[in-house]
């Protein structure tokens, strides 16, 4: 194959097919193309018709997600893979079996699709690939592609992922419940096995713990690595990364032009909002995953009611079980005088209102950035997978956030005293003026000659120096 030098290369992108994965996804695919890169971007046929379903569009062939983007002069060409399942087949109910066929047949799927591409046109292809998309490696080999592998979660997260041999060799995971300080991993000075991942926690491997595990030891063959997280937050897990792969931190990234990416229909608060004093809100949400206890879910609603803060509260269906409604008689009326329930929103719109002061979160990392982007200070309530580890960055190390619950059992008095903590109390000043540093950080980062902004062009300079190399060697 010639080299053309004085083409940009071709990315390919084939999302993950979970909300907090494709908001980033799509992100990286509008910032690529906005430094001149091509790019074909797929997202999953179900996740499609879902986002068309949310935008209210019944005809889901007319909806092309990056309409508004190409007409801005990007140069982004959008199509859909099937997973082999119907479009309305239930996956929630059918998790391992869709998980499963995302093992075994969707690789099949996206081989046929690259290779069709890669035939078509002479442009420099490279594969861009999420992390747990496992089906990368194989790929990239088959058609010599040049692969980036992108990270959704902090540092952190990744090198603990990344050292899983050496943590058991040293009897660290499974954690199987002990407490241990250990301070071996590089460029990680201290962590308590408590705050890992909730999947080095248990001895029983299902099947998503072994599509993590071999995705971390697939991604060491990776040639790049972009990772969602900031240089200075996390300074010498990144060195220390770097020592091993190419590893950019080049986020918070944020679109600049607007693409439908929500799951679900979003409700507007920004009227509610304007009736309600400067930070005086609690935001409260549990991102687009989790399922909750409905005790956990009515002692948080009794504490909202005792607080008598204002709050929105996104119940996003599926978060706990609604079958005989899920609050006792009258209260649902005494919460709407203060109070704004909604089944899901635009997260990053409502942090951005003056009116929020506050965050009440499971630390979902997209939460956690976002949150640190509009200066919100956190109340943590972390549920499970990278969520623990997140909040020992947001409570432990930078001092934005506190816990929810410091015992195991969560109790309407505490959620009442953290709240107050948090929004009216001396704590809440001190954690505003922490966020604050870490805002301007972040914005430095972002700047022109910050070093997200670097990274990411050192990043564009090294695959295109790569791609070339490679078509001069094949
Ligand atoms: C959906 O839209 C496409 C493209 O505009 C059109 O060809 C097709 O007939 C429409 N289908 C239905 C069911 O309206
Ligand atoms: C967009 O991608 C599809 C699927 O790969 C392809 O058939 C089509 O020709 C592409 N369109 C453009 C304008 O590149
Ligand atoms: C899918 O299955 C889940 C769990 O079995 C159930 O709660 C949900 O209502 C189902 N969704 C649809 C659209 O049928
Ligand atoms: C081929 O790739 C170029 C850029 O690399 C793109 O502009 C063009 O639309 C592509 N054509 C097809 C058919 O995909
Ligand atoms: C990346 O590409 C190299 C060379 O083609 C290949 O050996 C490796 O397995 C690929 N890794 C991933 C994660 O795609
Ligand atoms: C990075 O994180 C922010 C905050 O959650 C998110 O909005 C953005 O989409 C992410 N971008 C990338 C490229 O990961």
């Not at 053309?4 to 509008?30: D, E, T, Y």
């Not at 861009?128 to 979660?153: C, H, M, P, Q, R």
């Not at 990680?188 to 030891?217: C, G, P, R, W």
């Not at 972002?446 to 990043?459: I, P, Q, R, T, Y």
């Amino acid at each position: 194959m010639a080299t053309k030098k004085n083409q940009k290369p071709h990315a390919i992108m084939i999302s993950f097919h979970l909300q907090g994965h494709i908001i980033p996804f799509v992100n990286l695919a509008i910032k690529l193309a906005s430094k001149g890169f091509s790019v074909t971007f797929a997202h999953n046929e179900f996740i499609h018709h879902q986002i068309s379903k949310s935008q209210s569009v019944t005809n889901s062939t007319e909806i092309d997600i990056f309409s508004q983007a190409r007409s801005s002069g990007l140069d982004i060409n959008y199509t859909t893979i099937s997973d082999g399942f119907p479009v309305d087949f239930n996956r929630s109910a059918n998790f391992n079996l869709v998980l499963e066929s995302f093992i075994n047949k969707f690789p099949d799927k996206v081989d046929e699709f690259v290779g069709k591409l890669v035939q078509s046109n002479s442009s420099d292809y490279f594969l861009i690939a999420d992390t747990f998309s496992v089906w990368s490696a194989k790929i990239a080999k088959k058609y010599g592609l040049v692969n980036v592998s992108f990270w959704t979660e902090p540092a952190l997260v990744f090198s603990l992922y990344y050292h899983l041999q050496l943590l058991r060799e040293n009897g660290h995971v499974p954690v199987n419940g002990r407490r241990q300080n250990i301070d071996y991993v590089p460029g990680i000075k201290s962590i308590n096995t408590k705050d890992f991942m909730s999947y080095f926690q248990d001895s029983e491997l299902d099947l998503l713990h072994k599509v993590i595990f071999s995705a971390f030891d697939l991604v060491k063959s990776a040639d790049f690595i972009l990772c969602n997280t900031t240089q200075e937050l996390e300074k010498e897990t990144i060195s220390a990364l770097q020592q091993r792969q190419p590893f950019y931190a080049i986020g918070p990234l944020f679109a600049t032009v607007s693409i439908p990416r929500s799951l679900l229909p979003e409700s507007d608060c920004t009227e509610w909002l304007k009736t309600k004093p400067k930070g005086s809100v609690l935001y409260v949400s549990f991102g687009s995953l989790a399922k909750i206890d409905k005790n956990v879910i009515l002692e948080i609603a009794s504490g909202l009611l005792i607080s008598e803060v204002n709050f929105i509260w996104v119940l996003r269906p599926g978060t706990v079980d609604f079958s005989d409604g899920i609050f006792p008689g009258g209260f649902e009326n005494r919460m709407k005088e203060r109070g704004l329930i909604v089944p899901w929103c635009s997260q990053d719109r409502v942090l951005l209102d003056p009116g929020v002061g506050g965050f009440l979160t499971h630390c979902g990392w997209n939460s956690v950035l976002e949150s640190l982007w509009c200066g919100v200070p956190m109340i943590c309530y972390p549920l499970f997978t990278d969520q623990p580890t997140n909040r020992k960055l947001v409570v432990d190390d930078w001092k934005i956030g506190i816990n929810l619950c410091e015992g195991g059992v969560i109790t309407k008095e505490e959620v009442v005293e953290k709240i107050e903590s948090l929004m009216n109390g001396k704590r809440g000043d001190e954690l505003r003026k922490e966020i604050n540093k870490v805002r301007n950080v972040l914005q430095n980062a972002l700047a022109k000659d910050g070093s997200s902004e670097k990274n990411f062009d050192c990043f564009v300079r090294d695959v295109v120096a790569q791609i070339h190399k490679r078509c001069v060697q094949v």
